[in-house]
């Protein structure tokens, strides 16, 4: 089995593991305040979880089509929390973890670059983590674009996200108020990281990714790694079976206004077409100065060009 027994992370599984949550029983006690009218989706991920990279196609995909059905609370796992309590299996060093990222990306179809554990590894996922949950406090969908934009550094520009300048960098380019980030990120974040954590065990989350469904304070279901999209709608419909599937515009141009950046089987899951015929479509868009590839070892990520 292909497995890193460092952070867990196995491809065939589609899962990074916790390796030493306890086992618990599910709690509903903390979903009491979040009630509503949507199937409320609790999303336990890490900045650098490669599974959870993986499922990002199905996960935008899943948002332009039910998303006025669902509402998706990101939760940060912990995954990395210090090298200092990693070493088993034959892994006890940041250089282990770049030949599992190399691996899975094939797999995913999803472009990573492993170099990152070569050149400037990352001691913990926490900063990120916290980071993260400073935009969160601040603003929920610029929060989203700050976790994607850290996940592209250390992803593909072998980027170290544990750092403050790039940090800093992924909240002004997310649009951030980098003031109040920053002073949020050096005292409150920090709580609500730790009750992120707090809330994860109790839940029993064991890895990444994990999307919990709840509906009127109570779980009904959990999709626990990487995942096929059919079984995103399968889950929603099971627990409303007259949900409405919201048509979207495939257009390139209309899928680029909502995602400026865009792998290419993230552009394949959405245009619903396979990974050969996207790539042709997104070179030619190239040719015709519509987009910008960005190549790398692995993959690539097109960006819509600026007017």
């Not at 707090?198 to 509906?215: A, Y």
């Not at 899951?269 to 997104?282: P, Y």
């Not at 990520?301 to 007017?307: A, F, H, Q, T, Y």
Request: charged fraction near 30%; include cysteine.
């Amino acid at each position: 089995m292909n497995k890193n027994p460092l952070l867990n992370c196995d491809y065939e599984k589609g899962v990074c593991e916790i390796l030493d949550t306890p086992n618990t029983e599910s709690s509903v006690d903390q979903l009491q305040d979040i009630a509503t009218d949507k199937i409320h989706i609790i999303y336990y991920t890490d900045p650098i979880c490669s599974s959870c990279w993986g499922i990002e196609p199905q996960l935008r995909k899943f948002k332009l089509e039910y998303g006025n059905a669902v509402e998706i609370d990101y939760r940060m796992g912990g995954l990395l929390p210090s090298w200092d309590i990693y070493n088993s299996g034959g892994i006890s060093k940041p250089s282990d973890v770049a030949h599992h990222w190399e691996e899975v990306s094939p797999y995913y179809k999803m472009p990573i670059e492993g170099g990152v554990w070569l050149e400037d590894p990352l001691n913990s996922s926490y900063p990120p983590s916290i980071a993260f949950k400073a935009a969160q406090m601040q603003d929920a969908k610029k929060a989203i674009n700050f976790m994607r934009i850290t996940r592209e550094m250390v992803f593909l520009d072998k980027l170290n996200i544990t750092k403050d300048e790039n940090l800093e960098k992924a909240a002004e380019l997310a649009g951030l108020d980098v003031k109040q980030w920053k002073e949020d990120y050096e005292s409150k974040a920090q709580i609500e990281f730790k009750k992120d954590l707090d809330l994860g065990k109790q839940l029993g989350v064991r890895g990444f990714p994990t999307l919990i469904f709840t509906k009127d304070n109570e779980m009904l279901d959990v999709l626990y790694g990487f995942k096929p999209y059919a079984e995103f709608e399968q889950r929603v419909k099971k627990i409303k079976p007259d949900v409405k599937k919201k048509a979207y515009s495939s257009e390139w141009d209309q899928l680029f206004a909502v995602y400026p950046t865009l792998t290419t089987q993230e552009f394949a899951v959405l245009s619903d077409i396979s990974f050969e015929k996207a790539f042709e479509k997104l070179q030619n868009l190239t040719n015709e100065n519509k987009i910008t590839r960005k190549k790398y070892k692995n993959g690539d990520l097109w960006i819509l060009n600026k007017n």
